[in-house]
């Protein structure tokens, strides 16, 4: 039974490696659908993890937890990877997903409320910090009618409000301290330190290791498609167009993300505190924790 609830709830996630319908499907959506797509849709396989699997069946859990968080861990580095060989912006965004929803998954595969608790920011953090990665990625696509790098630069220079949003969400989604995206992935890294008692410390050590190898290798592809994108000189089909910032209407769908990264990155509380009862009381009666 927790074979078959595993693998319909990795498929949705996505785990490594049933994850390949997720970039086909990102790069084929409209923004819209891709904004919804990452910021919402995903999170149904982890939170049945969370709500359906560990409650019903926790000894299987234990069982399976060892595997889920080698699975875990070869997503965040083939998460990574992947996004270093990608031409595409908005598909370099998807492959992203697969990484971050792997720091998800490592922090549930430790069974205690700290990783569960990084999961669920992981969760919200990554619907509001990648759901805007999209919303910039369409809106530069609908002014250069292109997503390759390639071609992009200087873009900065072009439409700086557009591209200090893109950056600053880039920043949010490596998790940089102070913005949403570091609970999730710091937290994920504590709880494989120390997972619930009787699983191998081994195991989720070794995963606490590659995993923060992982978030170097977030960084690096981060921080490359910035280059490639943001900084720069403007390229020559570029110099002649009349290429408009982000206008009133955008701003008024991304200005209360941007927020929203910065409030939970320096307030987590805004999360933990709806949460961390109901996780408390879920490892308790589930583990004995």
């Known amino acids: 039974m927790f074979a078959a609830l595993f693998l319909g709830f990795a498929v949705k996630v ?75 912006m908005k598909r370099l965004i998807a492959f992203s997903s697969v990484g971050h929803m792997g720091f998800v ?52 220079k072009l439409m700086p409000v557009l591209g200090g949003i893109l950056a600053f969400t880039a920043m949010a989604s490596l998790g940089l301290p102070g913005l949403a995206g570091f609970w999730g992935e710091f937290m994920a890294l504590l709880g494989a330190f120390q997972p619930l008692d009787g699983l191998s410390l081994g195991v989720f050590r070794s995963a606490m290791v590659i995993g923060a190898v992982g978030t170097v290798l977030t960084a690096g592809y981060l921080l490359w498609m910035l280059q490639r994108v943001n900084l720069g000189e403007v390229p020559e089909e570029w110099k002649d167009k009349e290429l408009h910032d982000a206008d009133r209407y955008e701003l008024a769908a991304w200005v209360p993300l941007v927020l929203a990264i910065l409030a939970i990155g320096v307030f987590p509380k805004i999360v933990f505190g709806a949460t961390t009862d109901a996780v408390v009381h879920l490892v308790k009666s589930a583990f004995g924790g």
């Open 14 to 88: 996505p785990m490594w490696p049933l994850h390949t319908w997720l970039p086909d499907a990102h790069t084929a959506a409209p923004t819209v659908g891709s904004v919804l797509l990452a910021a919402i849709l995903l999170k149904l396989g982890s939170y049945g993890f969370i709500r359906i699997s560990l409650p019903i069946l926790p000894e299987q859990a234990q069982q399976w937890a060892p595997y889920i968080a080698i699975l875990a861990v070869i997503a965040i580095i083939y998460g990574s990877l992947a996004c270093l060989a990608q031409t595409d």
């Open 105 to 156: 998954m490592l922090g549930i595969s430790t069974l205690t409320d700290i990783g569960i608790n990084a999961a669920v920011i992981g969760m919200v953090a990554h619907g509001v910090i990648t759901g805007l990665l999209f919303f910039v990625a369409g809106s530069m696509s609908h002014r250069y009618h292109t997503r390759e790098m390639a071609r992009l630069g200087g873009n900065q």
